[in-house]
């Protein structure tokens, strides 16, 4: 794996549309347990920021598209996992920067208190 510290970002739509053709990718929320267990996104796995670098290479496929997120814009813990993971050799990893409040200001389901809920406008 070539190491790199760029960061690639994708859009709310395009992970919708990645859910709905059925792709694989690892969707990671990088938030503290309490945070992820408060509310995340459908089919995201929790490694806090704090603990990624240790755990990447036993979760993780070199080849493995991975999504990273967060609580929103003003957050920074996505795109600084993103670049630990290219550090780390990871070369398919995308920041979906608008996180949590984005999905759910865009009225998509979440899973809170392990219940799917959707956020009514």
Known sequence: M?????????????LV???RRGEAYVLVDVLAHEHFVHRH???????????LRDL????FGEHDEIIVY?????????ATAAKILGG???TNVYDYAGGIKDWEEAGE???AHGA???LKG
Not at 41 to 51: E, W
Not at 56 to 59: C, D, G, V, Y
Request: net charge positive; charged share 15%.
């Open 56 to 59: 990447a290479p036993l979760l």
């Open 17 to 19: 549309d990645k859910r």
């Open 2 to 14: 070539t190491p790199t510290r760029e960061v690639r970002e994708i859009s709310r739509q395009a």
């Open 109 to 111: 389901a979440v899973l």
């Open 88 to 90: 780390l050799g990871f």
């Open 116 to 118: 799917l809920v959707t």
């Open 41 to 51: 996104l459908p089919g995201a796995i929790n490694v806090p920021l704090h603990i």
């Open 70 to 78: 967060c609580a929103n814009t003003a957050c920074a813990a996505s």
